[in-house]
């Protein structure tokens, strides 16, 4: 029997002998032997990266309700999600989108499905993530997502879907709780000789929490794989989902602490909503194994999704169409005995030329229903590219200490124009840019690894924000379209040079994780509220170019069996803890403020008891500080901290499995987001989403294999 650990994480860590392993247990489900490998080698592969990662086990996950990204991202070291209520999650890796709204596109971070691009030039929409059509999630944080050819100061979140060789023959789920949520899926999976194949339908619905947050969503997700013989293979992904969701808008500090489940009433009386009609992303992937020592994968998809966005009396229809290609060559090779890997890549995405939005005045003089428009505003166009050539070396300098190397080079296009009632003037921006990368890894033992790295990064801006951002406007007795922005500006790609120390391990204490960075930003690209919404107006969120800004933190993890018994099972701890810094740098304007969006300490823990029958309980805590809602760091958000509860059975051969999910317990009032102002001179203004209350979640699913 193990002794009990009595010691929490942040003394543990500090005092724990180091030794090397990876950052998340993988016993606590029991998997098919196929599933199991593929998480092995996801895992032996981000530990060959000198830089920080997470591998996240979707059957973890699936122990309790699995809503949205913010339930695949919990308790991962360096990664910040939160709902905004609905489908849309606000996510940040390192600061990376950190204060914008998690609404239309998410910013910071270059996002695939199975390798192959999601995120485009108009950054990374969400109707498309749906967390039970995956098997696993691997982050890459920061600039350690270099070799897929994400160049974004977040890094990289691959989501990878389940195929016929880890999904049973028939499943069936169901998840029901608080605020009128229910969750359905149907799946199945199975290899058929050189053929494989998986397919779900899943659908869901909610009231939501707050007033004027009902949802819903269905949608389908399937790939074939076949593989012609062992040099040859490829694979076939369709993914579509349709999602209609109203918003409740943004509220006071005081709203949520007596009234928190009260939406904005303009939000109310504009009727504010999103009703997607459907996206649809394309993919395929084919690899070739050249010899024992190279490969080459050739990637393409289509990905099209179209918005409707009803944002009180204005409706914005958007068509978006990107077309993407990816180019990956892998070789092994040997030098006087050491060894060299190499990786050279191409990655390119594409809008077509059909990309742009029209807005419309929907109340009075348009309809609330359908999709028939009103009486047009403006029209706009949006087009951009994005190609990135790639190159890293990782090669043994002495046994078990590794260099590696890497360059890219970055090419950008982003125009922008409005065209109705009267053209405004174009913007066009073609630019070259690069990111150098180099980096040390050593393995002291096979317990203990230390790494560091210096990279650049580069994120160019979105097409459509050159227009949202622009304080050009229309004059008076331009019809509807008087005082809504005219004429795009052009904005400067955000570059970062980043430095990163880290290390990670297995000892008594645990398995465990540690990382410390520090970004230099030039030209951050910061987001907003120029204006606030209103019954009769639209809200309004600009982005501009920063003057010099730092982000530097503290990224931490551990995984620690507190005690066992041969035959009563074991009590488990997992915790992650995230210290961010970021802050203006001399600002003429704001001095060394704090950037607005994220709390300062973030922490999230969970103790656990497994009983080797398959029942399991836990008790779980999520805490964050406060943080700042506008730039002039005027106002605060409050601190909070909540506790959950889950239990569950999983049957010895994993069959059926049930689980009970109790969140916020203590039914504790907070902010979950917040879009910032730019001085609200110490006012408590509307800038904040409500977190979710008390709530009780159930489920079940049944595989038949």
């Not at 050189?194 to 909610?206: E, M, P, W």
């Not at 790939?223 to 109203?246: A, V």
């Amino acid at each position: 029997m193990r002794p009990a650990l009595t010691t929490l994480f942040p003394f543990a860590l500090l005092c724990a002998t180091p030794a090397y392993g990876s950052a998340l247990e993988l016993d606590e489900v029991q998997v098919s032997t196929q599933e199991t490998t593929e998480l092995e080698s996801a895992k032996a592969a981000l530990e060959e990266v000198p830089g920080a990662s997470n591998v996240i086990d979707l059957s973890r996950v699936e122990n309790g309700r699995t809503a949205s990204n913010t339930d695949v991202l919990a308790y991962q070291p360096g990664n910040y999600a939160q709902s905004a209520g609905n489908d849309g999650a606000k996510v940040s890796v390192r600061g990376s989108g950190i204060n914008r709204a998690p609404s239309a596109h998410g910013s910071g971070l270059y996002v695939m499905f199975d390798g192959l691009p999601l995120t485009g030039p108009g950054g990374t929409p969400y109707e498309l993530f749906e967390p039970l059509w995956l098997s696993r999630a691997e982050v890459l944080r920061g600039a350690n997502g270099f070799d897929t050819g994400a160049l974004a100061l977040g890094g990289s979140i691959n989501y990878v879907t389940h195929t016929g060789y880890d999904a049973a023959p028939l499943q069936v789920r169901y998840e029901a709780g608080s605020y009128g949520y229910q969750k359905r899926q149907i799946s199945s999976g199975q290899v058929l000789g050189d053929l494989d194949y998986y397919v779900s339908l899943t659908d869901s619905d909610t009231d939501g929490y707050q007033d004027h947050t009902r949802g819903s969503s269905k949608g389908i997700a399937a790939n074939i794989g076949y593989r012609f013989n062992p040099q040859l293979e490829t694979r076939f992904y369709l993914r579509y989902r349709e999602t209609d969701n109203q918003l409740a808008g943004r509220v006071t500090k005081e709203n949520i602490k007596h009234h928190p489940r009260a939406a904005n009433p303009a939000y109310v009386a504009g009727d504010y909503s999103r009703p997607q009609p459907g996206s649809t992303w394309l993919g395929n992937k084919t690899t070739m194994y050249l010899d024992d020592d190279s490969q080459l994968e050739v990637g393409l998809v289509y990905h099209d999704y179209p918005m409707d966005l009803r944002e009180g009396p204005n409706r914005l229809k958007v068509a978006y169409t990107d077309v993407s290609g990816t180019l990956n060559y892998k070789r092994r090779d040997t030098f006087f005995g050491l060894e060299s890997k190499s990786t050279v890549g191409l990655r390119s995405t594409k809008h077509l030329p059909n990309s742009g939005a029209s807005e419309y005045v929907r109340i009075p003089a348009g309809n609330t229903s359908g999709y028939a428009p009103g009486t047009k505003i403006r029209d706009f166009s949006y087009q951009g590219s994005d190609t990135v050539l790639h190159a890293s070396n990782d090669l043994e300098l002495v046994p078990d200490l590794w260099l590696t190397t890497g360059m890219a080079l970055i090419y950008t296009r982003r125009e922008s124009d409005v065209s109705y009632p009267d053209s405004g003037g174009k913007v066009s921006q073609h630019d070259w840019d690069y990111a150098p990368r180099i980096g040390l890894r050593y393995q002291f033992n096979p317990h203990l690894q230390v790494y560091t790295n210096l990279s650049r990064s580069v994120e160019p801006p979105h097409p459509w924000s050159m227009i949202w951002g622009s304080p050009f406007t229309f004059p008076i007795g331009s019809g509807p379209a008087t005082g809504r922005q005219s004429t795009p500006v052009s904005l400067d790609n955000q570059t970062a040079t980043t430095f990163e120390l880290g290390t990670r391990g297995d000892a008594w204490i645990g398995q465990w994780d540690l990382a410390w960075y520090y970004s230099a930003i030039r030209h951050e690209l910061l987001s907003v509220e120029t204006q606030a919404a209103t019954a009769t107006q639209s809200p309004i969120v600009g982005e501009s170019n920063a003057s010099p800004t730092v982000h530097q933190g503290i990224e931490a993890g551990l995984n620690s069996v507190l005690w066992q018994g041969e035959a009563a099972g074991k009590v488990s701890l997992r915790q992650a803890y995230t210290f961010s810094d970021f802050h203006y740098r001399d600002d003429e304007r704001f001095g060394s403020n704090q950037l607005p969006g994220i709390p300062k300490h973030y922490y999230q823990a969970e103790v656990r008891y497994d009983h080797p029958q398959g029942f399991y309980a836990g008790v779980n805590t999520q805490v964050a500080s406060r943080m700042a809602v506008d730039y002039a760091n005027s106002y605060y958000t409050s601190s909070y901290m909540l506790w959950g509860a889950t239990l569950g059975y999983a049957s010895p051969k994993q069959e059926w499995h049930t689980w009970l999910d109790l969140r916020n317990l203590s039914n504790e009032h907070y902010a979950a987001t917040v879009t910032p102002g730019y001085d609200d001179k110490g006012l408590d203004a509307a800038r904040s989403t409500p977190g979710e209350g008390r709530g009780a979640y159930v489920g079940v699913s049944y595989s038949f294999r």
